[in-house]
């Protein structure tokens, strides 16, 4: 082999590991507070299949009657994919239950655990240790 080829090999590997951006990959204490525990009931607006999380919108009308948009983090696509999961589960317009654990910040934003289909079947969404503390019954 000539060595300029295994030069510019090496600079173009230096090169794309520069260059990539880096994705950030938090704790899911950073983020939300296994002390508030959230169970919701809502109408998915739609789901995203994305690394390093997937992501489920859904609103959720209150008992007071305000409409709150709330997205809920799930696990990774690759592991979605071996619990049962696709693309094509939660399609808009879907009502579903969700049980998981609010943001630290109290936004409308959880870590979703389990998510529980109209036909009564439950899958879990969440990232694999994360939140594993049980969802109380009520809050």
């Known amino acids: 082999m000539r060595p300029g ?3 510019a090999t090496a600079a ?11 994705v950030a990959h938090h ?10 525990p959230v169970r919701l009931t809502g109408v998915v607006q739609r ?4 690394n390093p999380h997937s992501w489920i919108y859904v609103e959720v009308t209150t008992v007071d ?8 983090e799930g696990a990774a696509p690759n592991a979605l994919l071996r619990r ?3 693309r094509n ?15 630290r910040d109290r936004s409308f934003r959880a870590a979703g655990r389990e998510v529980t289909l109209p036909d009564g079947s439950s899958l ?3 990232s694999t240790g994360a939140g594993a503390a049980p969802i109380p019954d009520e809050q």
Do not use: K, Y
Not at 65 to 72: L, S
């Open 47 to 50: 789901m995203e299949f994305s």
């Open 12 to 22: 173009f590997s230096v090169f794309a590991a520069v260059s990539m951006p880096a």
């Open 65 to 72: 009657g305000d409409v709150q948009e709330w997205a809920i």
């Open 89 to 103: 589960s939660l399609p808009a317009g879907t009502v579903i239950d969700v049980a998981g654990f609010q943001a």
């Open 27 to 36: 704790s899911f204490a950073a983020e939300f507070d296994v002390t508030r």
């Open 124 to 126: 879990f969404v969440g």
């Open 84 to 86: 049962g999961w696709n």
């Open 5 to 7: 080829i295994l030069s």
